[in-house]
């Protein structure tokens, strides 16, 4: 399971074995939104700062990036030979995101 915070924790991403992410509120405990597009179990979640996009790294070879908002993906990175198993990390300076999936 991938867990992280929104922007000053008013939200919690949860990366699962049931391939989705779940966008949960933490002052009402409700489930806000599941994005679904991955095709094997959500390893790694990553929250931009601003809380407007998630990276979710997957067994599936990929890492998704999402728009929280319309819990749509807004692109699929392709490319790994293997399963995408954890580590996602983002690096902001300014406006540009530098992005770092540790595979294991």
Request: net charge positive; proline share 1%.
């Given at each position: 399971?991938?867990?992280?915070?929104?922007?000053?924790?008013?939200?919690?991403?949860?990366?699962?074995?049931?391939?989705?992410?779940?966008?949960?509120d933490?002052?009402?405990?409700?489930?806000?939104?599941?994005?679904?597009?991955?095709?094997?179990?959500?390893?790694?979640?990553?929250?931009?700062?601003?809380?407007?996009?998630v990276?979710s790294?997957?067994?599936?070879?990929?890492l998704?990036?999402?728009?929280v908002?319309?819990?749509?993906?807004?692109?699929?990175?392709?490319?790994?030979?293997?399963?995408?198993?954890?580590?996602?990390?983002?690096?902001?300076?300014?406006?540009?995101c530098?992005?770092?999936?540790?595979?294991?």
């Open positions: 399971m991938a867990v992280r915070c929104g922007v000053r924790c008013t939200f919690v991403m949860i990366g699962s074995g049931d391939n989705t992410l779940k966008v949960w933490i002052a009402t405990g409700k489930c806000l939104a599941t994005l679904r597009g991955h095709s094997n179990y959500v390893k790694g979640v990553a929250v931009f700062p601003d809380g407007r996009r990276v790294a997957s067994w599936d070879k990929t998704k990036v999402w728009d908002a319309t819990g749509k993906c807004v692109a699929t990175l392709q490319g790994h030979s293997n399963r995408v198993r954890c580590g996602v990390r983002c690096t902001f300076v300014g406006a540009s530098s992005m770092a999936v540790r595979c294991g």
